[in-house]
């Protein structure tokens, strides 16, 4: 059963802030990411590209770094001080994880400052940091939009193969949950939490792990999500639509998603509500209900459960998969 009650430690993670995936084909992310999405390109390297959304001011939400094959870099979260980076490392020290400081982009002004990694205990590679150099907000600078007029980074979705830990380790971390999927017999398929007061800043759904499912930009309306499938299909890069658009059932939140060029999974969302007030309420949702993922009640195809983007560790080895101990769309696995 879910335990819904909210842990207070004592460090302060603000949200869910950037992600860094590894391209194999920077040109063509370039191309994909910038000038068909839209995304505003900060700067770029040899080896990577730096990209935001017009309303954020820190220098980058999105890193696309060049590598040999397609792969998760690490996933970054904002705290509110730096005394709360040095109390995530003694609490993820005491959890057996092996902490590293970093801050050798931060000379270059290319990325946050001094920042902690580390490999967190489901297998994904995280940063916390505080101070990462601002850039033109650019919200009302309208002549300036184009393609999906994104916004803002809006939160992560994660495979792992058994959620009550992720479940756990987040809630230590002063994560609340909005919302649930479970089977009929009480076993968790899919969970939301959230530290910024919406729905989410990351999920974890069940699944081969651990895996990247996909990372998500809020864009400024529901329109805009029809205009980049409009877009898409007029550059005859339909096939890139996975799934949507639509609206969820969690969340209530209008959506589409997309694949890369190298597979990664992007998803735009938009329209969910706020879940700041003390006594708000975690929302259930059976895995038998057809609404969950699809408001409309529409197919999810079975390349949205079974696909992802593999991690590498810090030490630049692929984390080995473990398989789920549930499968929403069937019910008890193992």
Known sequence: MLNASWE??????????????????????????VDL??????EETDDALYLRGYEERLHHSLVLRRGAEPALGHIGYRVWSPDDLEKLARHFEGLGCTTHWVGEEAESGLGPGR???????????????????????LTQRYDLYRGANIMR????????????????????????????IETDDGQLCAVWLYRKPTVHDTAFTTGYGPRLHHLAYAPADSQSIIRICDIL??????????????????????????????????????????????DFEPIRWSASDARRRSYWAHHVPDSWYDEGTPVVSLDGRTVELKPPVVDERIGAVH
Do not use: K, W
């Not at 949200?15 to 920077?26: G, I, Q």
């Not at 969690?250 to 969910?272: K, M, W």
């Open 233 to 278: 299909a007029g550059a005859h890069r339909e096939s890139a639509i996975e799934r949507g658009p639509g609206r969820h059932g969690v969340s209530n939140a209008f959506y589409v998603y997309f694949r890369d060029p190298d597979g990664h999974r992007v998803e735009l969302y938009t329209g969910d509500y706020y879940t700041g007030d003390p």
């Open 37 to 42: 999405l839209g995304l505003v390109l900060t």
């Open 115 to 137: 920042a902690l990694r580390l490999q967190d205990p489901l297998g994904f590679p995280i940063e916390f940091f505080h101070d990462m150099r601002p850039a033109e907000r």
């Open 153 to 180: 980074i809006e939160h992560v979705n994660l495979y792992v193969p058994d959620l009550l830990p992720a479940y756990e380790l987040y809630r230590g971390l002063g994560f609340r949950c909005s919302e649930y």
């Open 8 to 33: 207070r430690p004592p460090f302060d993670i603000v949200r869910f802030a950037h992600v860094e995936l590894v391209v194999a084909d920077l040109g063509a992310a370039r191309e994909f990411y």
